[in-house]
C-alpha cells in the first residue's frame, strides 16, 4: 500500500510546506511534520484525513485509534482531541492530505445515489476505514491538478464529487450520510457545536445551546458525548485552552491578558486547566514550543 502512495507523496512534497498548506483546491490541506514526543491537543475539523506517510494516534472516549497508510480517517465534526504524530519506519516525515467535508456537497452527491434506511444515531463521531484502490486512484486525480492550477476550477469539484462519492459507498457512508442532514442528531450536534465555538468566551448557557440545537436537555447531553466524548462544558473548556495556547505562542500577550480574553474570569484557574491540559504552566510551554520551532528551522 505505501509504494502505491508515493505519487501522491511526490506531489504532497511538492506542493506542502512543514506544518499546514492550504492548497488552491478549496478545503484540501497538506500535512507535514516530524514525529512528536507524547500527544498534545488538536483540533480535528469535519474532514477526511489520508495519511501518505507515517502514522498518527488520537485519542476519544479514552481510545488509542492509530491509522496510517492502509486507512483514511472521517471526523464528522469538530473535534478537540489528544494527538501523536509518528515518523515512517525509515525516518521519512509524516505526510497527510485532509479534506474539510462541505455538507450540502455530500447531500447533493448522496442524492443521486440509490436511498439507504440508516439508524437514526451515527455512533461515534470519528471513525477509521481501509483505504481502498478506487478511492486512492480518485485521491491521486485531486492532487494532480496542483501541478496544473490553471485546471483546478472546472476539474477539482468533479474530482471531490468522485471522491465523495467513492466515500458514501465504503463503511462509513452512513456517517457522511448524517453529517449531510441537518436535522437529524448529528446535524443538531452540529450546530450545538458551532454555538459554543461562537460563543466560546462568554459563560456555556445549557439552556440556550438546547435551542440552539433543537434539543432536550437530556438529548443533547446524550449525543454530544457519544459523538464528542466531551460534555458541553468539557468542550468549551478544551477549545479554550487551545485557543489560548494559539494567541500565547502567536504574540506577546500575558498568560493572564489571554485568560481572561478566552473566557476565564480567574487567572489563576486558567493556569492550573492549562498545566493540567498541557503539561507545563504556560510561560514554561510557551519556552519549550518556540525552542522546539527554533530547532526544526534549524535542521
Known sequence: MTDNLQPHRDIALRHGQTGMTLTPIPRLEIGVGQATSGTSP????????????????????????????????????????SGQIHDADDGSPYVAISLVLDPALLAEVASTMPAVRDADTPGSGIALNPMTPPLRDTLLRLLALLDTPADIPVLAPMAERELLY????????????????????????????????????????????????????????????????????????????????????????????????????????????????????????????????GDQMIN
Open 42 to 81: 488538536c483540533l480535528y475539523r469535519s474532514m477526511i484525513c489520508f495519511i501518505l506517510q507515517g502514522s498518527k494516534e488520537v485519542v476519544i472516549h479514552d481510545d488509542l485509534l492509530r491509522y496510517d497508510a492502509s486507512q483514511y480517517l472521517v471526523s464528522a465534526l469538530d473535534l478537540p482531541l
Open 166 to 293: 467513492r466515500l458514501l459507498q465504503g463503511p462509513q457512508g452512513r456517517l457522511l450520510r448524517h453529517i449531510a442532514r441537518p436535522e437529524g442528531p448529528l446535524g443538531r450536534i452540529r450546530r450545538a457545536v458551532e454555538w459554543i465555538r461562537d460563543h466560546g468566551n462568554t459563560q456555556l448557557r445549557i439552556e440556550a445551546l438546547c435551542d440552539a440545537a433543537g434539543m432536550s436537555r437530556a438529548s443533547l447531553h446524550r449525543h454530544f458525548v457519544a459523538l464528542t466524548g466531551l460534555s458541553p462544558i468539557q468542550y468549551q473548556k478544551q477549545l479554550r485552552l487551545q485557543e489560548a495556547r494559539q494567541m500565547l505562542l502567536a504574540g506577546d500577550r500575558s498568560a493572564s491578558d489571554v485568560a481572561y480574553a478566552v473566557g476565564y474570569e480567574s487567572a489563576s484557574q486558567f493556569s492550573r486547566e492549562y498545566l493540567r491540559q498541557f503539561g507545563s504552566p504556560p510561560v514554561r510551554d510557551m519556552r519549550r514550543l518556540r525552542q522546539s520551532i
